[in-house]
């Protein structure tokens, strides 16, 4: 899949831009807070209807403007396509594929798969369960739509669960129905959740020894209460009590966590800058390789600062790997033009690059 052109009015600093990409490398260039990041943000919205900070959509739309519009013209299973949202203040936003508009917005994910790597990917390692639960439910719901309906319908059935136990109801006929929503999701989510795990842990560790150079030991493990047979239904009548106390639910997939480890110790406690660094982006290669089987086709690669923090030896080892021709279309963004240079002079392939200046982007030669 490539993205062909990008048309963007008031998206954060960027007024107006139009800009037509290569197949290959496209590569945005200039200093921190110019909009390199805000334009991937751009087209990870348009993939994912949200953008990659967690901010608000009002957020995302120029502060002195009313609206934000992005077009992006692609060609995806060797078709002609086309995704335009609008945002406005105090409405609701709009997606509309091919002209048509998504009545429901979690029709799109999964359509225009995207993967990207962002500074922002430490907080897999440092912050709590939440953030790595994401990462899996953003990259399973990507390629299985039935994944992402469970989601939906387990967080319905947990909220409702939740105001039940904040506003004290005791009536258990009411607690069993609601019980037996978040099951029938909870199972399916669990399932699926560990098959991915086990599928992407062999990817993942190729990618980190291959960026690593050594023979460091990284490792996945999926961590959950509903293990060993034990069903939702079983863990929910054993906490009751427990979460009638604490006013909300306290078992269930929403508290599973994904386990990061480096030869056997946790890597939130014990990793390096440059380990934790190495560790993120294997992940997200691993996700990009899995999406690209489970979907049939290559994924946008989105790569916003990546050579920071990295010794020479693995700025080399990531260049070799993203040169690899199963790797489709590449955004980077780089305050040093020399990787960008780098890899192009090593690939020999079709490229653009852009100088970032306050939101404006002004395309450059080749060095």
């Known amino acids: 899949m490539q993205l062909t052109s990008l048309s963007i009015d008031n998206f954060k600093n960027i007024r ?45 739309i120029t502060r002195d403007e009313d609206f934000a519009m992005l077009k992006g013209n692609y060609l995806r299973r060797d078709t002609d396509e086309d995704l335009t949202m609008g945002l406005a203040r105090g409405r609701r936003k709009t997606l509309k594929r091919k002209g048509k508009e998504y009545q429901r917005l979690s029709e799109h994910i999964g359509t225009f798969p995207l993967v990207m ?18 990462l899996i439910d953003m990259v399973i719901s990507q390629s299985n739509p039935r ?90 009548d054993r906490e009751r009590r427990h979460d009638e106390i604490v006013r909300h639910t306290s078992v269930g997939p929403h508290r599973d966590d994904l386990g990061l480890t480096l030869d056997g110790m946790e890597m939130r406690r014990t990793g390096s800058q440059g380990q934790c660094k190495t560790f993120t982006i294997a992940l997200r290669l691993a996700q990009y390789e899995f999406l690209g089987k489970a979907t049939g086709m290559r994924p946008l690669l989105l790569l916003d600062d990546i050579f920071d923090k990295l010794d020479a030896d693995r700025v080399e080892r990531i260049m070799e790997i993203v040169e690899d021709p199963a790797f489709g279309q590449i955004f980077i963004t780089d305050t040093n033009r020399t990787h960008l240079d780098e890899i192009v002079n090593r690939t020999a392939v079709d490229f653009r690059l852009w100088e970032v200046t306050s939101g404006n982007f002004s395309p450059i030669g080749h060095q």
């Open 117 to 134: 790597v962002s500074p922002a990917d430490i907080d897999l390692i440092r912050e709590g369960a939440e953030e790595r639960r994401k």
């Open 147 to 236: 994944y992402l309906d469970a989601l939906i319908r387990y967080g319905r059935a947990l909220e409702q669960r939740n105001r039940m136990l904040r506003e004290g109801t005791v009536d258990h006929t009411l607690y069993d129905a609601v019980e037996m929503a978040m099951e029938m999701s909870a199972s399916y989510i669990v399932e699926s959740r560990r098959e991915w795990v086990s599928k992407l842990t062999p990817i993942f560790e190729r990618h980190y020894r291959r960026i690593s150079g050594g023979n460091e030991m990284p490792q996945l493990n999926y961590s959950t209460r509903m293990a060993d047979g034990v069903t939702l239904a079983e863990l929910l």
């Open 16 to 60: 107006r831009a139009r800009l037509e990409f290569s197949p290959k490398i496209n590569g945005l260039l200039g200093n921190n807070g110019m909009g390199k990041s805000n334009l991937l943000d751009a087209i990870h919205t348009l993939s994912f209807c949200k953008s990659f900070t967690g901010v608000t959509d009002a957020m995302l």
